[in-house]
């Protein structure tokens, strides 16, 4: 079971609290009527996918029931870090460096 | 098994009832004040008030029932200086209390939570196998467990169960 | 190849089993092909098969990172049908059953399938529905389903408890007789021997690191652990690694990769005549011909490539087969694992071109590319020896996902599968 931490509680906590919310920072179109079908395939179905540290949402549902984002790697499914929602894209190689 | 549980009579207990308490549930808008409230966890009593902190803009209201309508003038009045949503959900849930020395073990079976975390006085919203509850610990041994109505018969069957099982010496 | 018959049987057993030999050779890749198969699963390796056999394309390598068979052929849980809801799908799925029928034959190698007969649960009104408007679909399809009472369903698998208190009562089955379960490895076997039979290379152990195109955007071949290897065409067929092989072309994906966990009891004598799902509570059970009860779950809720998923995701999966089945409720586990499956937001697969020219992709079959192993491999092989797709797999394009022609299964069946 994953121990996820949550950035709003400050507490490591177990997956069972939290509900997975897909792939992070993919913003909604501003102007919806002029995008392409390629860009809203883009946006609706295309995801990174990576196998690697991966940007996902995620929401303490049974806890204080907000969302935020994480930063886990695939392969060892191991949290790089987790911070509040609408805080800025973390830099992945400084994460790694560390 | 737990020594206490030898041979005695002092298997957790539960009672099921319809809270005669009301509790109301406080959204208030996004805003700094309300995440740095989360942050020191502002709980809070009043006399047979206790206001719940469940997240950085959630609270959970127990009182009185007759206190309700003081409540709701209340938020009123705030709501020009802190907008909020006030939402009664009295007639959602049903609560459980669970005590006697094999309380906390018997919560384990389907709650995640490390409970000796959980200070008397203190709650926390978790979940319960797949149902989500608010958990109060009222003593060192005594629980107490907010859960919808609808769910209330999964969650009695399992801690039936539990109960059982270490009553048994599983 | 050794020819497989009753009589070879008994010569080797006369002969103390020393007369068989090696089924196919660990071959060493050559300079260039004229097509590489990356992923040697059974949908690869199918698809090697009828290249060789209805194409007559025999220079052909399957490359995989690991062993053959060693992903996702070697990790489900067996279960072929083809009860489907939207034409696309009824037809190719039902293709593969018919080719599953006579695969041991075809292969001289025997898959083990079993038409046991696969029965889905319905729990709640809404499944009552959803099933039986399926058995009316597939019925004007042509595909054999039909739909059962409680009492039926409880008939046809005696250890199901239909009682009307049970925590996930049972208020019908929709039935496939002509669904059972094959033998995954053999599968994967089968192919392989007869593939490597007809002269494909099927090359384990090395991954593919990239695909190579030339200054014309067309793919001139794989960059692998063991250097570069030429080739005309390159069909993916790399389950849950598609996409980050894909990327490597500058092809983005639609997909994603979940874990998927399988688990399986001590075995028992045989008490279990078909195959249970329960799609609404994520919970499928069968007997294997070794008497072990093969347990499968839904995927866990976070992308993974770890191959392992979390263990709340089996006891839920457990206490489901428990309430469902209850004679089981003192059975032992014994091992459990996970694959690594890519799922596509409609839930239907993807088989055909790609923007990049003589680069294919077979994939996005989620939790139930078993069951399609043949009917995939056999439209792969068509579509890429002719450079168009068979009719049978024309709407599973990538381009769908632009022009909004879904072929949405999730929401036909409200649940992944």
């Known amino acids: ?98 | 098994m737990p020594p206490g549980l030898c041979g005695s009579r002092n298997w957790p207990r539960w009672r099921g009832s319809r809270s005669g308490a009301r509790r109301e549930r406080g959204d208030a808008g996004p805003g700094a004040r309300a995440r740095a409230a989360w942050r020191g966890r502002s709980d809070a009593r009043a006399g047979d008030r206790t206001a719940l902190c469940l997240g950085p803009d959630e609270w959970l209201i127990h009182a009185p029932e007759a206190e309700r309508d003081a409540i709701v003038e209340a938020g009123a009045a705030a709501y020009a200086s802190a907008p909020h949503a006030l939402v009664e959900i009295s007639d959602r849930e049903i609560s459980y209390a669970v005590s006697g020395p094999a309380a906390r073990e018997l919560l384990t079976i389907a709650c995640p939570r490390d409970l000796d975390r959980l200070a008397t006085g203190r709650a926390m919203r978790t979940v319960f196998d797949t149902a989500q509850v608010v958990l109060w610990r009222d003593g060192e041994d005594a629980f107490r467990l907010d859960v919808w109505r609808s769910f209330a018969p999964h969650v009695r069957a399992l801690l039936e169960t539990g109960r059982a099982e270490i009553a048994a010496g599983f | 190849m050794t020819r497989f018959s009753a009589f070879a049987v008994v010569k080797n057993a006369l002969t103390g089993h020393t007369g068989w030999r090696e089924q196919w050779p660990d071959a060493q890749p050559k300079k260039e092909y004229d097509v590489i198969i990356v992923g040697a699963g059974g949908h690869g390796l199918g698809a090697a098969y009828y290249l060789a056999k209805e194409h007559g394309i025999t220079n052909v390598a399957v490359i995989d990172r690991g062993w053959l068979g060693g992903g996702n052929t070697g990790r489900n849980t067996t279960i072929i049908r083809s009860n489907y809801l939207y034409d696309e799908s009824a037809r190719l799925y039902d293709h593969a059953l018919d080719l599953w029928d006579g695969l041991s034959q075809d292969l001289n190698y025997n898959v083990m399938f079993s038409r046991r007969g696969v029965m889905m649960l319905a729990h709640n009104v809404h499944d009552v529905q959803s099933f039986q408007r399926h058995v009316h679909s597939n019925r004007l399809n042509g595909v054999d389903n039909r739909w059962l009472s409680a009492e039926e369903a409880k008939e046809f698998c005696p250890p199901l408890n239909i009682r009307a208190d049970a925590r996930y009562p049972v208020m019908g089955a929709a039935l496939q007789m002509r669904a059972g379960t094959a033998r995954h490895d053999a599968v994967a076997w089968g192919y392989a021997r007869t593939a490597a039979a007809r002269g494909v290379d099927i090359i384990q152990n090395c991954p593919v690191i990239a695909i190579r195109r030339g200054p014309d955007g067309a793919v001139t071949g794989v960059d692998t652990a063991r250097g570069f290897i030429g080739a005309k065409k390159v069909a993916v067929s790399a389950a849950g690694h598609t996409s980050v092989v894909m990327e490597s072309a500058g092809v983005r994906m639609p997909l994603e990769s979940f874990p998927l966990q399988a688990l399986v009891s001590e075995p028992i004598k045989p008490v279990f005549p078909c195959v249970v799902m329960s799609n609404t509570v994520h919970a499928y059970i069968s007997q294997s011909d070794k008497g072990e009860l093969v347990i499968g779950s839904g995927t866990d809720q976070y992308t993974s490539y770890s191959q392992r998923g979390g263990l709340p995701l089996i006891e839920h999966t457990v206490a489901a087969i428990c309430e469902i089945f209850p004679i089981f409720n003192r059975m032992r586990m014994l091992r459990k694992w996970g694959g690594t499956v890519d799922v596509t937001p409609d839930r239907s697969a993807i088989i055909g071109k790609t923007p990049v020219p003589n680069l294919f992709v077979n994939c996005g079959w989620g939790t139930g590319g078993f069951k399609a192993t043949p009917g995939a491999a056999h439209v792969l092989a068509h579509t890429v020896a002719t450079g168009e797709p068979h009719s049978l797999n024309a709407a599973f394009t990538l381009d769908r996902f632009r022009t909004g022609r879904l072929i949405d299964e999730a929401a036909a069946a409200a649940v992944a599968h």
């Open chain 1, 1 to 98: 079971m994953l121990l996820i931490h949550c950035p709003y509680c400050d507490e490591t906590l177990p997956e069972l609290e939290f509900a997975y919310a897909g792939e992070a920072h993919i913003a909604r179109p501003l102007d919806p009527s002029a995008m392409s079908d390629e860009e809203w395939r883009d946006f609706l179905f295309i995801r990174s996918n990576p196998k690697g540290p991966h940007f996902e949402r995620w929401r303490h549902i049974h806890g204080c029931a907000r969302f935020f984002n994480a930063v886990r790697d695939t392969v060892s499914d191991r949290f790089l870090m987790t911070y509040k929602a609408g805080e800025p894209r973390p830099d992945l190689s400084k994460l790694e460096a560390a």
